[in-house]
């Protein structure tokens, strides 16, 4: 879509790249391509544990709604347990 | 042509108006909507002038593509002297206005002086009239709209108007066009009150005559497709902008508890999901709208389910009013940040700061630096969903002491209140920041710390930087217009290559803030929409105006600049906390307690953060304390400004 019709701009090409079905984790460092069974309501991440509640937006393009709370404190809890033992073995706390 | 329509210069203090026409030239340097009214500003505005004083400046403007055959080109922008801040003021709404506008022959309304009573101004086909606004004074911002077009035969009318806040001078008081469409940053509404000027009413019927109208029509059927295949925009399509709230809480991307937590637990009844089935219940399945030309149609209308305004019809509410008046108080019912956006929309007042102020004295009275004798006995803890209604009704009204005080904004307020209360403002340059938390994205803490109008997440924040996106894709996007092999990293809670993002973004921004379009119509969230590259052809088959990438580029770059210059003359300095380029300490010593395991315990690296700035100016050509260079100024051809060209 560039001035010239035949040059395809960065944006235009990317489209190529698009995923439909899958989300991303979203733990920062993780964002690992989840892709849920059509219509369910739940997953979590292998790799991190994150657990989240869906909602399809269409019947082709699922949406994290939200962390599963209980999964989500328990994992927040079990870092800053991990962080605080680690700061007071290195005199930071 | 498109690119015919003009400049109006109105002078409410005798009067007068004079129209003139836009020069090419002036075009190509600047383009048009908000950067060309950078330029307006710094040659209209005397330097140090009262915000609220007569020769305060303010401009209204659509963009360079506003009405033509181009899709979502809806945003009407406002510039002036900011109230609230002391420097630079801007804001950008979507809706009717600026198309309508366009259609009345005009493009950029420069409006300085005040008038002795309240009026306003009634534009019309070339035409330029002042009116008596007596009996509009006190009407709310819907109330106005509906009175002009019955005053003046015309439902089509389209209106700028003001509510009662602005009336009042709550210097974060909006301007508003249609039920909720707010230019609500920096207290445009103020400065329209301070000039007596209720509304800016604009009804056209001229031809806007495009270039090349077969091809611009066929060639928009792909600008649509683009933008409506985007994910992002499917999404949008169906549950509106808040459902980047509800992404960024899953997270721990979100402020609660005035930048206590990082992420609001169990908000289940506010997840965009939530209003979706209170707008399909209240409105039926077909609920979501959009702006002139748009195909997203982002906006949800839905009634008001319960409470004291069941039943009343409004529309949005957009992500900042979840976190003003859910996440940020605290408060976890859909029943009270649709009640508070009702209010805030008929107010005129900017959702994201009063959320915000509200919340700081929210943290101020449970650490006892103010307490029940001056809220007048108002038990202003968090999650006090009646107090925190009652205090939209106060400040916007004046009414009451801290009332009063926090409609000032917050650094007047802190300095008022006094005792360390400063330290609880999270601000930039004297505006409150968006309610995301930026602690583990340095990309988006250098956005809005170094963003032109104070903390703004609407000027340069590389939010795709949250998608981990290859670095192969983020070359592709960020190496043009202008070559770059610099640092970039997949990782969005690195900081190298970061300023390259922020300032690349910058430019994208000004240059779609100046065509006139909407943001969720660049790459803005979808790395597959419009940039520098689509953006000609457009202009092109519209308008007849040959621009390469690059011209686009240079000329965003030249109006950042504009707003960098005027702001250094009206006193930004690097490390000021008030004024400056800088985040609040909590930042750099407070860290994340909530969300994703990688979040718990991040916080800004204070040095590394640093090292980004230096970095930024360093692209921009300004030297170490943020001042543009003098070479940079001749490669942009600002050496002479202010030239007052117009």
């Known amino acids: 879509m560039a001035i010239e019709n035949e040059k395809v701009s960065a944006s235009e090409s990317l489209r190529k790249t698009r995923t439909y079905g899958k989300v991303r984790c979203m733990n920062p460092s993780c964002m690992g391509r989840l892709e849920p069974a059509p219509g369910s309501m739940q997953i979590t ?49 | 042509m498109a690119l015919d329509r003009k400049i109006a210069y ?43 004083g007569p020769e305060n400046t303010l401009i209204i403007s659509g963009g360079l593509l506003t009405a033509t055959c181009a899709s979502a080109t809806s945003r009407t922008h406002i510039m002036a002297k900011s109230p609230l801040t002391g420097l630079l003021g801007s804001t950008n709404m979507g809706g009717f206005f600026s198309a309508e506008m366009a259609w009345a022959d005009f493009h950029h309304l420069v409006i300085t002086g005040k008038a002795e009573k309240p009026v306003y101004l009634w534009i019309h086909n070339g035409q330029i009239e002042i009116r008596d ?31 009662q806040a602005g009336e ?21 509404g103020c400065v329209m009150g301070s000039k007596n000027l209720k509304a800016v ?43 980047i709230w509800g992404a960024t809480n899953s997270w721990g991307g979100i402020r609660t508890r005035n930048f206590q937590f990082n992420q609001m637990e169990n908000a289940d009844e506010l997840e965009p999901e939530s209003l979706d089935d209170i707008a399909t219940e209240t409105m039926g399945p077909y609920h979501m709208t959009g702006c002139f030309g748009c195909q997203v149609h982002c906006r949800a209308q839905y009634r008001i389910p319960s409470g004291p305004y069941a039943g009343i019809y409004n529309e949005g509410p957009e992500y900042t009013s979840f976190g003003a008046f859910g996440s940020e108080p605290d408060c976890n019912k859909a029943e009270t940040v649709l009640t508070a956006n009702y209010l805030v929309n008929q107010y005129g007042v900017d959702n994201l700061e009063i959320g915000s102020i509200i919340s700081w004295a929210m943290e101020l009275y449970e650490l006892g630096i103010i307490t029940s004798k001056e809220t007048d006995g108002i038990d202003l803890r968090f999650s006090n969903a009646d107090a925190l209604i009652e205090m939209i009704h106060r400040i916007c009204t004046r009414k009451g002491w801290l009332g009063n ?34 602690r583990a994205t340095p990309g988006l803490a250098l956005n809005i710390a170094t963003s032109s109008r104070g903390s703004d997440h609407l000027r340069s924040r590389p939010a795709i930087d949250l998608y981990h ?59 597959t929409l419009p940039n520098f ?106 050496e002479q400004e202010p030239t007052h060209l117009l």
């Not at chain 2, 611009?216 to 459902?243: C, D, M, S, W, Y």
Request: a neutral charge.
């Open chain 2, 405 to 438: 005080v926090l409609a000032d904004g917050g650094i007047p307020a802190s300095e008022k209140i006094g005792k360390h209360s400063f330290d609880y403002l999270i601000q930039v340059k004297g505006m409150n920041n968006l309610h995301s938390d930026e």
């Open chain 2, 133 to 163: 606004a007596v009996k509009l004074w006190g009407k709310s911002s819907t109330e106005t709209q509906w009175a002009i077009r019955e005053e003046l035969g015309d439902q089509e009318i389209k209106s700028a108007v003001i509510g």
């Open chain 2, 168 to 188: 009042n001078l709550v210097t974060y008081a909006n301007v508003m066009t249609g039920i909720k469409n707010a230019g609500g940053r920096t207290g445009m």
């Open chain 2, 10 to 52: 109105i002078d409410l203090s005798t009067g007068k108006s004079e129209i003139k026409p836009i020069p090419l030239e002036v075009r190509k340097k600047f383009i048009g909507g908000r950067g060309l009214d950078a330029y307006l500003l710094f040659n209209n505005a005397p330097q140090g002038c009262d915000p609220l």
């Open chain 1, 45 to 93: 991440c292998p790799v991190c544990g994150m657990s989240y509640r869906l909602f399809w937006v269409t019947p082709e393009l699922p949406r994290i709604r939200g962390p599963v709370w209980e999964v989500n404190r328990k994992l927040a809890e079990e870092v800053m347990a991990k962080k605080k033992l680690e700061a007071s073995k290195d005199g930071s706390l």
């Open chain 2, 469 to 527: 996106l290859p670095e192969s894709v983020l070359r592709k996007i960020y190496s043009s217009p202008v070559p770059y092999e610099g640092p970039l990293s997949s990782d969005s809670m690195e900081y190298i290559g970061k300023p390259w993002q922020v300032f690349w973004q910058e430019n994208c921004y000004m240059a779609v803030d100046s065509i006139g379009i909407c943001k969720y119509h660049t790459t803005f969230l979808g790395a």
């Open chain 2, 533 to 638: 590259e689509d953006w000609p052809r457009a202009i092109y088959l519209n308008t007849g105006l040959e621009l390469t990438p690059k011209d686009i580029w240079d000329a965003a770059e030249r109006s950042n600049n504009m707003e960098r210059l005027f702001n250094l003359r009206e006193g930004l300095t690097r490390y000021d906390l008030v004024k400056g380029d800088m985040l609040n300490h909590r930042y750099f010593d407070e860290p994340c307690l909530r969300g994703a395991p990688d979040v718990i315990g991040i916080m800004i690296d204070r040095k590394k953060f640093d090292v980004m700035v230096d970095e930024f100016y360093g692209h921009h050509g300004w030297d170490k304390e943020g001042v543009p260079t003098q070479a940079t100024l001749t490669r942009l051809g600002l």
């Open chain 2, 201 to 243: 009413a604009v009804r056209g019927t001229m031809d806007v005559k495009i270039a090349h109208p077969l091809e611009a029509l066929e060639f928009n059927k792909k600008f649509i497709e683009q933008i409506t295949t985007a994910k992002v925009n499917k999404t949008q399509g169906t549950l509106g902008t808040h459902f």
